[in-house]
């Protein structure tokens, strides 16, 4: 086989086939995005909330605390997790869940005492050394009835 | 006061990174749960693949990273620049004084590929292909590098790219072009092992 100068075309069956190698690795790749550790979620979280600028007098946003719907909760998931799926894929989402799963014992500790499911699998393991300012101290599986079994996900870090 | 994803669930309306930034600025401690979800695992994903699948370095990079975004926030000027363009930039950068550092003190930052000659099991496939694609990407020269994973993996368009290294469309196109053929020139010769034989 000849190329329109002229010149032989050996090998191009095989340069294709390496080039498609290259992009299948690339595929794989883009569907498996390391997860962040928990400890990396923990530091992001803490430094955030380090960080964090009082806000301006007038416009502080009330926390919800006891009173809030669960379902309202649910749905504040969903949109963050719909909003993170939508763009870059299931790892995301998941990454997601758990930062969210997180916030929820982070920012606000008090829906962990809702009535829920989770709390017969382990009353009080969920709050364990938990203040309004700790990041750690919950254990994620609690979330299950709310986000799905992300326990899996979860690396030592 | 609504905070900024009660307002958005309100609307129906996506938030913009941008927006989320903005909203943390201002003391919305929910902005920033949504922001580190959304940016954390792409930053640790970039991050790792630039220092050769180092996680614990990685995920350091990461968290310097995300601590000079939030005290950016205050400061921010919406329409100067997008969020994920100034974060990549900041992780590149973050991970080129990584690497310089790695050549002056450990010289064995970076894994060797495996010897191929041992049988790969079906079931550690996709791991081994993993491995073989970061210690290739690990070879090239670093601009080589981002450019390529910014464009194959993390899937930004050649123009965000150029605003993230700071040169040319054109040169983004010859830095991946480069880079691809390099890599196809590092793992030609694993095609066998790594199960694309003939």
């Known amino acids: 086989m000849v190329n329109d100068a002229g010149k032989p075309q050996v090998g191009k069956p095989r340069q294709e086939a390496e080039e498609g190698m290259l992009e299948d690795l690339f595929a794989a790749a883009r569907r498996s995005a390391p997860m962040p550790s928990r400890a990396l979620w923990e530091r992001v979280l803490a430094d955030a909330g380090e960080q964090l600028p009082s806000p301006p007098e007038g416009e502080r946003v009330p926390p919800r605390g006891r009173a809030a719907p669960r379902r309202r909760w649910l749905a504040v998931i969903g949109a963050v997790l719909n909003s993170a799926v939508g763009g870059w894929g299931l790892a995301t989402g998941l990454a997601t869940a758990m930062a969210v799963g997180i916030w929820i014992g982070y920012a606000h500790p008090s829906i962990l005492h809702q009535a829920g499911p989770w709390e017969a699998r382990g009353p009080g393991r969920a709050m364990a050394g938990m203040g309004a300012d700790a990041v750690t101290g919950f254990d994620l599986e609690d979330f299950e009835p709310v986000l799905g079994d992300i326990s899996v996900f979860l690396e030592d870090g | 006061?609504?905070?900024?994803?009660?307002?958005?669930?309100?609307?129906?309306?996506?938030?913009?990174?941008?927006?989320?930034?903005?909203?943390?600025?201002?003391?919305?401690?929910?902005?920033?749960?949504?922001?580190?979800?959304?940016?954390?695992?792409?930053?640790?994903?970039?991050?790792?693949?630039?220092?050769?699948?180092?996680?614990?370095?990685?995920?350091?990079?990461?968290?310097?990273?995300?601590?000079?975004?939030?005290?950016?926030?205050?400061?921010?000027?919406?329409?100067?620049?997008?969020?994920?363009?100034?974060?990549?930039?900041?992780?590149?950068?973050?991970?080129?004084?990584?690497?310089?550092?790695?050549?002056?003190?450990?010289?064995?930052?970076?894994?060797?590929?495996?010897?191929?000659?041992?049988?790969?099991?079906?079931?550690?496939?996709?791991?081994e292909r993993a491995r073989a694609l970061i210690a290739a990407l690990a070879e090239l020269p670093e601009r080589q590098r981002q450019a390529v994973i910014l464009r194959h993996i993390e899937g930004l368009s050649n123009p965000e790219i150029a605003g993230i290294l700071d040169i040319s469309v054109e040169a983004v196109e010859s830095l991946t072009a480069r880079g691809k053929r390099a890599l196809v020139g590092k793992l030609a010769p694993r095609r066998e092992e790594l199960g694309y034989g003939e």
């Not at chain 2, 930034?21 to 920033?32: I, K, M, S, V």
């Open chain 2, 1 to 127: 006061m609504k905070g900024i994803l009660d307002r958005a669930l309100d609307t129906g309306r996506e938030i913009s990174d941008e927006a989320l930034l903005a909203a943390y600025g201002r003391g919305e401690r929910q902005a920033a749960v949504a922001l580190a979800a959304r940016l954390t695992p792409r930053m640790l994903g970039f991050a790792m693949r630039m220092l050769g699948g180092d996680r614990a370095e990685a995920e350091d990079v990461t968290q310097e990273a995300m601590l000079r975004l939030w005290k950016q926030a205050s400061d921010w000027r919406e329409g100067e620049a997008r969020v994920t363009t100034w974060l990549y930039r900041v992780v590149a950068n973050l991970c080129t004084d990584r690497l310089r550092r790695r050549r002056f003190v450990d010289m064995e930052g970076v894994a060797e590929p495996e010897d191929g000659s041992a049988p790969v099991s079906q079931r550690l496939m996709a791991e």
